[in-house]
Structures are given as C-alpha cells and as structure tokens.
C-alpha cells in the first residue's frame, strides 16, 4: 500500500492551497481517507474524514467551512481544499487510509499512512 500526499507549499494568509493524496496497492473505495497534520512541537490532529463511497465526511470543528474534502476513486486521489488559510494551518498534512471505512477521527483507528507534505501560511 502506498500512499502519497502532495500540493504543500508556501503560501500567505487567506490564500488556498489544495493537497491530492494518490492511492496504490488496495481496493481505494474500500477505505475512508482521512487527513491529518502535525505542527511542530504538537500532536497529530484530526482534519476531516471521507467514508469509501464518497458520500458522507467529518470535519474538525476548527476546520469546517474552510477546508473540504473529496475524492475520486476512479482515479485513486482525494483531496483536501484548503481556503482562507491562517499561520496556525502551519503544519505537515498526512493522508491515511481506514479499513474499517467510518468516519473514524483518532490516529489510531487508521491502518495506512502517506508521508506528508508541508504546508507553510506566513502572516
């Protein structure tokens, strides 16, 4: 299984960005794909969940309205749109894969993980 998160960058405030995570090596709509990220000296945290077919998601509270996400499995990509970015969205963003195909938020209830890319928002 494979997993590869791409689209960070560099960007100012209140610009958007849009990451793409490309799936290998499993049945992709079988799995909800979820997005996390990780800023320096924290935890990993929740972002927002997609279930297998597509047709029901979960966001972090913090996140919801700015940030949406999407997938689409004849192509074995999701995405994560990010709108309106801030300096605290300052993070590595990982996409990972969940077996169990719900609308799972915690770190552990995923089974596959990308590498990240960076995502920098300066003021």
């Known amino acids: 299984v494979q997993l590869q998160a791409s689209g960070g960058g560099l960007v100012q405030a209140g610009d958007s960005l849009r990451l793409s995570c490309a799936a290998s090596g499993i049945t992709f709509r079988n799995y909800a794909l979820g997005w996390f990220r990780q800023a320096p000296g924290k935890e990993r945290e929740f972002i927002a969940v997609?279930?297998?077919?597509?047709?029901?998601?979960k966001y972090a509270v913090s996140e919801k309205g700015r940030f949406t996400i999407s997938r689409d499995n004849a192509k074995n990509t999701a995405t994560l749109q990010m709108n309106s970015l801030k300096p605290e969205d300052t993070a590595v963003y990982y996409c990972?894969?969940?077996?169990?195909?719900?609308?799972?938020?915690?770190?552990?209830?995923?089974?596959?993980w990308g590498q990240g890319t960076q995502v920098t928002v300066s003021s």
């Open positions: 990972s894969l969940d077996i169990n195909n719900g609308l799972a938020s915690a770190e552990y209830e995923y089974e596959y």
């Open positions: 997609i279930i297998g077919n597509g047709r029901s998601s």
